[in-house]
């Protein structure tokens, strides 16, 4: 079983405040994805990241995926309000490239 | 262009009723997923189609059924609703990966 272990569970802060949030497996992927749900809304994707060690930037948060690819992280710089809400990550599921693995999520909260 | 679009947004059952939820999407897309999302469990496969006139099972396919009648709709059916399937309802869509979601679907089953 591919498991995705997303750490921490739950993650109150401050507005402006920095923020890493952990996504690991012991299995290797071909890629992975993260995924943010606002309340009341479906996951929206945010990036995939292909190759082990590649970092991609979308604005103030910065994604890595680590050199074995078994695991990822986001980082967000100046938290916002509007950031808050649940990151998932997902990886490509039993070798098929089209069903997922879902780790349980970061429940975001970012307070003015 | 909608994307993924699912009906009802909410619904309350009583325990042995049925019911069908649509899922449409407008991305001509060959997969489509039904997932439920329970708080602690995480997105769970319920069931999934790899093209029309074709379905899966997933992680939890226990007491849903599903039909791809047509390439763009979705349909997940509770023959017998039981309080365990009190949970929010995604639908998703994919040509290949990622996943496009729609809004979900609460359900309540008293």
């Known amino acids: 079983t591919q498991l995705l272990e997303q750490s921490p569970q739950f993650l109150s802060i401050q507005e402006g405040e920095n923020l890493t949030v952990y996504c690991n497996s012991s299995?290797?992927?071909?890629?992975l994805q993260w995924y943010r749900q606002e309340p009341g809304e479906g996951p929206v994707l945010l990036v995939t990241?292909?190759?082990?060690?590649e970092v991609k930037k979308l604005k103030r948060l910065t994604f890595q995926f680590g050199d074995a690819r078994k695991d990822s992280s986001l980082h967000i710089t100046a938290a916002q309000p509007g950031d808050t809400g649940l990151y998932l990550c997902?990886?490509?599921?039993?070798?098929?490239?089209?069903?997922?693995?879902f780790g349980k999520g970061t429940l975001l909260t970012v307070n003015p | 262009n909608a994307g993924v679009t699912q009906t009802p947004k909410f619904r309350v059952l009583k325990t042995g009723q049925s019911m069908t939820l649509l899922c449409a999407q407008d991305?001509?897309?060959?997969?489509m997923y039904w997932y439920r999302q329970d708080p602690g469990m995480g997105l769970r496969l319920i069931h999934y189609?790899?093209?029309?006139?074709?379905?899966a099972k997933g992680e939890v396919p226990d007491g849903y059924n599903v039909s791809r009648l047509k390439k763009q709709n979705f349909l997940l059916g509770l023959e017998s609703a039981a309080p365990s399937q009190t949970s929010v309802y995604f639908c998703?869509?994919?040509?290949?990966?990622?996943?496009?979601f729609g809004p979900g679907t609460r359900l309540t089953v008293l």
């Open positions: 998703a869509s994919s040509s290949s990966s990622p996943q496009f």
């Open positions: 299995s290797v992927f071909s890629s």
């Open positions: 990241v292909v190759t082990g060690g």
């Open positions: 997902a990886a490509p599921k039993g070798g098929s490239n089209y069903k997922l693995t």
């Open positions: 991305m001509n897309h060959e997969y």
């Open positions: 189609s790899v093209g029309e006139g074709t379905t």
